[in-house]
């Protein structure tokens, strides 16, 4: 539970701030404090890594910054704009425009193909199917799935279904990815493969990174660290 507090860099464009962000569960008749007054500072395409032991609030926290729980006490702010007191529309709408996902789990829709999954965050955003297909073929290239379009999750490798979830990421142009812990359920490999795929990709496209992993060797590969302890 402990507080990090990042300094601001000069000159440089504020993408998410998590100001003295308090967290607390209810179980029964208690209530279980999660975090207490921690505040961080990511800038445009700054890769953060967030640390700490299993129970110490890391997802609680990306959850947070997504805007996918609003915290019991603090305020998020994402592009300069405080977000954390929105309505859910208005919410969903931020998130939709400025933050792409990634997880341990890919979490792709079993049904539809990997460029279907790549596809249907630009239709919701409104994009015209061709423009949404143009877009979603050249990020499955990217990620080197040119060969794959047609292939559902169950026809993949878990390497291949993250990198599908990273061009899924990116299909709107975020400002930033969050990502809790994205090569946890891969071999030492292919998770560096993946690793090294997910910083180039961020590096093209200027998208900043908010990491939540248990892999300190991966974390020291990232700009910053920000333990959570």
Do not use: C, W
């Not at 959850?63 to 609003?70: F, S």
């Not at 050249?138 to 999750?153: I, N, Q």
């Not at 496209?205 to 920000?226: C, K, Q, W, Y």
């Amino acid at each position: 539970m402990a507080s990090t507090i990042e300094s601001d860099v000069g000159g440089v464009v504020e993408v998410l701030r998590l100001q003295e962000i308090s967290m607390d569960f209810r179980s029964g008749e208690y209530s279980i404090r999660v975090l207490q007054d921690f505040s961080a500072v990511i800038h445009t395409s700054e890769k953060i890594a967030l640390v700490g032991a299993s129970g110490t609030g890391k997802s609680t926290i990306l959850q947070i910054a997504a805007l996918l729980e609003r915290p019991t006490s603090g305020s998020v702010f994402i592009n300069g704009r405080k977000a954390s007191s929105l309505s859910d529309d208005e919410k969903a709408k931020i998130r939709r425009d400025n933050i792409g996902f990634v997880y341990q789990s890919h979490n792709l829709l079993p049904e539809f193909s990997a460029l279907e999954n790549v596809i249907i965050s630009r239709l919701i955003k409104g994009v015209p199917r061709k423009d949404a297909e143009d877009r979603a073929k050249d990020l499955l290239r990217s990620v080197g799935l040119d060969h794959r379009f047609h292939h559902k999750p169950s026809q993949l490798s878990g390497g291949e279904r993250q990198r599908v979830a990273i061009a899924r990421a990116l299909s709107n142009n975020p400002n930033i990815i969050i990502a809790d812990e994205p090569t946890g359920n891969l071999d030492p490999k292919t998770a560096d493969v993946i690793f090294d795929l997910f910083l180039s990709l961020a590096d093209n496209f200027g998208v900043s990174i908010f990491m939540a992993t248990h892999n300190l060797g991966l974390a020291e590969r990232m700009d910053r660290i920000i333990s959570t302890e």
